[in-house]
């Protein structure tokens, strides 16, 4: 079952920054949109970042002017730039399609902000 891979997540103090990775199952290279999520302790999974096959950009208001979305050429890894971290972006971070498909959801990787 092709699945999306989410890699990079790490352990950061308040105000550092961290970039994750995403490898994106071949069925899928450059077709959708393509999105991150997150999912923080005891809530509901919410998305984070969209980019368009056409490049456009859009971010929850949460981590606007914070995180960045980019894909490559043929879009096959999709990366997200985080700057400024709070404690409050503490959470697993998954990619998938937007909208997502429930077959296609991976691991996850884990983003921890704390002093």
């Known amino acids: 079952q092709a699945q999306f891979a989410e890699s990079g997540g790490d352990w950061v103090q308040p105000g550092g920054f961290l970039t994750l990775s995403c490898a994106a199952p071949?069925?899928?290279?450059?077709?959708?949109?393509m999105a991150w999520y997150r999912q923080a302790p005891g809530k509901e999974r919410e998305r984070v970042a969209v980019?368009?096959?056409?490049?456009?950009?859009v971010y929850a208001d949460s981590v606007k002017g914070r995180f960045t979305i980019s894909s490559t050429n043929p879009r096959d890894t999709i990366t997200l730039q985080m700057t400024a971290l709070k404690p409050e972006d503490t959470a697993v971070y998954y990619c998938?399609?937007?909208?997502?498909?429930?077959?296609?959801w991976g691991q996850g990787t884990r983003v921890t902000v704390s002093s």
């Open positions: 998938n399609k937007f909208p997502s498909s429930d077959d296609l």
């Open positions: 980019v368009t096959p056409g490049g456009n950009r």
């Open positions: 071949e069925i899928i290279y450059g077709r959708y949109n």
